[in-house]
Structures are given as structure tokens and as C-alpha cells.
């Protein structure tokens, strides 16, 4: 019975001890991750919201961001007086292939 409650713990805390990692890229909704970002607006970002947001890194990755992430980008986009070129700098930990942001911020 020992046993089972230390491996019930330890499987709630490992993925709380994932190491944290950092994207920097592009903001962009996930309607328009495929599409030329230069052109890509704060207007059409915050028109496509619903589909949520992640990161287009400089290698091209796209990296979806969890309910929690979709919510900062949300409010940074609202807040950012930039119109264009939205370059994110973005904290959490990858699951799986979505990220669980805990800060992220416009640059």
C-alpha cells in the first residue's frame, strides 16, 4: 500500500517538475499559422481568436498554446499597440504538442 501511494504521488509531481523552456517567434492564431506572416495583422489575429494561438518559431515550428496561453496572448494582443510583426516571447512546458504557457509577453 506504501508503494502505491508514493508512485500515486510521484505521478502527480513529475509533470510539475518538467523543466520550463522558452519560444520566442511569431504571435499568430491558428486559422493563419500556414499563411505569410509578414502580412499577418493584430486586426485578423484578434478576428480569428476563436481558433486560439501559439507560436510560429524561426524554424518554422508551430507551437499551440493550452486554454491558459490562449487567454495571455488574448490580452497581450488587446493591450499591444503593434499592428504587425508580433513577436512573442513566450514560458512554459511542452505537453505533448501543446504548450502550457505561464508568461508570455510582446516584444
Excluded at 54 to 67: L, P, R
Aim: with cysteine; proline share 2%.
Amino acid at each position: 500500500m506504501r508503494r502505491f501511494g508514493f508512485m500515486l504521488c510521484a505521478a502527480f509531481l513529475l509533470p510539475a517538475l518538467a523543466p520550463a523552456e522558452t519560444w520566442s517567434g511569431t504571435l499568430v492564431d491558428v486559422m493563419c499559422k500556414d499563411r505569410d506572416l509578414a502580412g499577418h495583422t493584430k486586426k485578423c489575429a484578434l478576428d480569428c481568436a476563436k481558433t486560439g494561438f501559439g507560436v510560429v518559431t524561426a524554424d518554422g515550428k508551430f507551437i499551440k498554446f493550452d486554454e491558459t496561453g490562449n487567454a495571455k496572448a488574448l490580452a497581450a494582443l488587446k493591450a499591444t499597440n503593434k499592428e504587425t510583426d508580433l513577436k512573442v516571447k513566450v514560458n512554459g512546458t511542452l505537453d505533448g504538442d501543446v504548450a502550457k504557457v505561464e508568461s508570455l509577453e510582446i516584444q
